[in-house]
Nanobody, 121 residues
Framework: QVQLVESGGGLVQAGDSLRLACTAS????????LAWFRQAPGKGRDFVAA???????YYSGSVQGRFSISRDNAKNTVYLQMRSLKPDDTAIYYC???????????????WGQGTQVTVSA
């Protein structure tokens, strides 16, 4: 089973860009679908983006056109490029690994510890 470690969070201003990275341990990274979820204070964990083993990408409506998910199997890393950030994007961002690239968190059985993204107005 892989272990996931996120990085790249921070404090930015509205309109800025930020790239998150999630690096996995283990040698079976390419067998997993990967996803990003986020959780704002007092709210549930929401789907952001997912990428399948064959690089098909899926996005939530709130980030479509602003965020881009990608993966580099040689580096065991999945990225989330975020552009035109808004205060509503403020949350803890988690990466997750599972068998199928779906929007539901229940499909993913391995999670990182999360990285905080704060967008000021």
């Amino acid at each position: 089973q892989v272990q996931l470690v996120e990085s790249g969070g921070g404090l930015v201003q509205a309109g800025d860009s930020l790239r998150l990275a999630c690096t996995a341990s283990g040698r079976t990274f390419n067998r997993y679908a990967l996803a990003w979820f986020r959780q704002a204070p007092g709210k549930g964990r929401d789907f952001v983006a997912a990428i399948s083993q064959n690089y098909a990408a899926y996005y939530s409506g709130s980030v479509q056109g602003r965020f881009s998910i990608s993966r580099d199997n040689a580096k065991n890393t999945v990225y989330l490029q975020m552009r035109s950030l808004k205060p509503d994007d403020t949350a803890i961002y988690y990466c997750a690994a599972g068998q199928t690239a779906t929007r539901g968190p229940g499909n993913y059985d391995t999670w990182g510890q999360g990285t905080q993204v704060t967008v000021s107005a």
